[in-house]
């Protein structure tokens, strides 16, 4: 078996103020921890509802549709803004820090993405997401338990200088690990081996 890692194209950032109006977002001057995925039983939303519950001082930005979206609505706290389909240039662009709480995955492009971006990513630890987020270095891989996320998403939240750097080395290890013409690459000599 050989492993090729997808090529990832970075997503163009819109600039934070033009992303808090495209989102209909205030900004308090704190951090927002943006979550994007589909809305449904494989990603658990419903576990990040929890996990902003236990930061009620945090505001969260959750984006995408699917089919526990009303579910999820209805049963966000008043620190969650659940908005529905959006662009992830603007949900990048928005916030300082990326969750993710599924439940399994394969290859996380949407991490790719926001590592290329340079988000910090609070992720479960499932599938392939330690590959993609480099643990305490491009973002925290934790377990499933709702309270273990919110106290990574709390670390980074207090932490600015770490959400910072975490955010350069996020940039600089995805353009060289998921890079399209890595991939075209990997490909190519994959290939030629054969080939011989």
Known sequence: FVNIPPGV????????PQALE???LEDNGDPIVGWIARVTGVKNPMRALEVADALPDTQFVMAGGGDLLEQVRAAAPSNVSV?????????????????STSENEGMPVALIEAQLAGKPVVATDVGSVSEVILNHETGIVTNKNAGSIASAVESLVLDKAKRE??????????QALFSVERMINAHSDLYKSIVK
Request: avoid cysteine; aromatic fraction near 6%; hydrophobic fraction near 60%.
């Open 165 to 174: 750097e975490m955010g350069r080395l996020a940039i600089a290890r995805a």
């Open 22 to 24: 495209n989102l209909n």
């Open 83 to 99: 908005i529905g389909w959006a662009d992830a240039a603007d949900l990048f662009g928005a916030s300082d820090i990326i969750l």
């Open 9 to 16: 194209v970075a997503v163009d950032v819109t600039p934070r």
